[in-house]
């Protein structure tokens, strides 16, 4: 079985899946990952629209409009999601169970998966303490690249999260798939409902 678990940056995504992994002993991959294989043989100049948003300085994400972040990630999924296929399809083909988290696990892309076995939920957080959730959990990790992000480009980022995650929620509902609202929830009891959505037990 795929297990696949989609959402916005910097929403805990990355936390929750080894969480799982931890209690599963489950291959996790992220689809970070996969990007990245893709980037050591791709150039911005054959595929632009691999390289949208991560190649995007901060001081510009902060400047631009949420809605063009949301759609240059997109686009960077787009591509990045050719990679995540071949990998889900190969791994159901080698019968080998795996669980694949990461912001190129879009609603639309899973929809159109055909003759794969597979569950997905997706996770976002539309609440208030978006910035302090993103601060917190980059200071608990020395290699977080968000760990000197100055407030204005915090708060900015957390702008981009909430409107990403509304955009996911209502994209999820379209193509029946579950979506949960960390914001209405403690992260605490987040890998319990992720877990339960992908029917992996959970508290």
Do not use: C
Request: aromatic share 8%; charged share 25%; no cysteine.
């Amino acid at each position: 079985m795929i297990y696949l678990l989609g959402g916005p940056p910097r929403v805990g995504k990355s936390i929750i899946a080894g969480e799982i992994r931890r209690r599963l002993a489950m291959s996790v991959v992220s689809t970070d990952t996969l990007g990245a294989v893709l980037e050591s043989v791709l150039s911005p100049e054959t595929a632009p629209d691999l390289f949208a948003f991560g190649r995007m300085p901060m001081a510009e994400r902060s400047m631009a409009d949420p809605a063009q972040m949301v759609e240059a990630l997109r686009r960077e999924s787009r591509v990045t999601w050719t990679a995540v296929e071949a990998f889900i399809r190969r791994e159901q083909a080698e019968g080998r169970d795996a669980l694949i988290e990461g912001v190129a696990i879009l609603p639309e892309f899973i929809s159109r998966l055909e003759a794969v076995r597979y569950r997905a939920v997706f996770i976002g957080n539309q609440g208030e303490r978006v910035q302090e959730n993103i601060r917190s959990a980059a200071a608990r990790n020395a290699h977080d690249w968000m760990r000197g992000v100055s407030n204005p480009d915090l708060a900015a980022f957390a702008v981009f999260v909430r409107r990403m995650s509304a955009r996911i929620e209502q994209e999820a509902k379209a193509f029946g798939f579950e979506y949960i609202e960390l914001g209405d929830i403690p992260f605490e009891t987040a890998t319990e409902a992720v877990m339960r959505a992908l029917g992996l037990g959970g508290r």
